[in-house]
């Protein structure tokens, strides 16, 4: 099974900074990778698909980046609204196993 | 615009089985470009794949739950189910049902099941 490891587990920034959030495979996925952001109580919302593929109604501060082990989360300038926990999940595997990352929860300093 | 909603009892006794189902609305789960899915998360943790249907019926499931799970598909009625066998209080989760491509883009708004007697 293809492990994924995120970096940090939880993260505290102002509104208006640069964030970034890394994910790690345990083995290549290419591009397969998707990212998510959870708020309280609510169900994950896809934000970045195939690494660096914005979803529809996505806000363009969001980007992502990597290919093969590797990928980043970048959230350019952090509105109050981005404050919430966020998941990587590999589809190199998709259909037979999907994997998620252990998520970063990303809090207010 | 698609909705899919999860139903279910929302308490469940140890060594029973969980059973809930997935109704989407505003979209055939005929479709051939999606996979139909339910993902958990037991409180205050991550997310976990369950398991995975295509409208043809063909499934796909989690190893550690392979042995406990069954998902279905009543095209029909647009909606499909899980069945998780023998469960115990770690079973305690929000169970979501989801559509995915390549990345699951629509979601339900989830449901709390509690395994307890």
């Known amino acids: 099974d293809i492990q994924m490891t995120q970096s940090p587990s939880s993260l505290s920034a102002s509104v208006g900074d640069r964030v970034t959030i890394t994910c790690r495979a345990s083995q290549s996925i290419s591009s397969y990778l998707n990212w998510y952001q959870q708020k309280p109580g609510k169900a994950p919302k896809l934000l970045i698909y195939a690494a660096s593929s914005l979803q529809s109604g996505v806000p363009s501060r969001f980007s992502g980046s990597g290919s093969g082990t590797d990928f980043t989360l970048t959230i350019s300038s952090l509105q109050p609204e981005d404050f919430a926990t966020y998941y990587c999940?590999?589809?190199?595997?998709?259909?037979?196993?999907?994997?998620f990352g252990q998520g970063t929860r990303l809090e207010i300093k | 615009q698609l909705q899919l909603q999860e139903s279910g009892p929302g308490l469940v006794k140890p060594s029973e089985t969980l059973s809930l189902t997935c109704t989407v609305s505003g979209g055939s789960i005929s479709s051939s470009s999606y996979y139909w899915g339910w993902i958990r998360q037991p409180p205050g943790k991550g997310l976990e794949w369950i398991g995975s249907i295509y409208y043809s019926g063909s499934t796909y499931y989690n190893p550690s739950l392979k042995s406990r799970v069954t998902i279905s598909v009543d095209t029909s009625k647009n909606q499909f189910s899980l069945k998780l066998s023998s469960v115990t209080a770690a079973d305690t989760a929000v169970y979501y049902c989801?559509?995915?491509?390549?990345?699951?883009?629509?979601w339900g708004q989830g449901t709390l099941v509690t395994v307890s007697s």
């Open positions: 989801a559509r995915r491509a390549v990345a699951s883009d629509y």
């Open positions: 999940q590999q589809s190199y595997s998709t259909p037979r196993s999907i994997t």
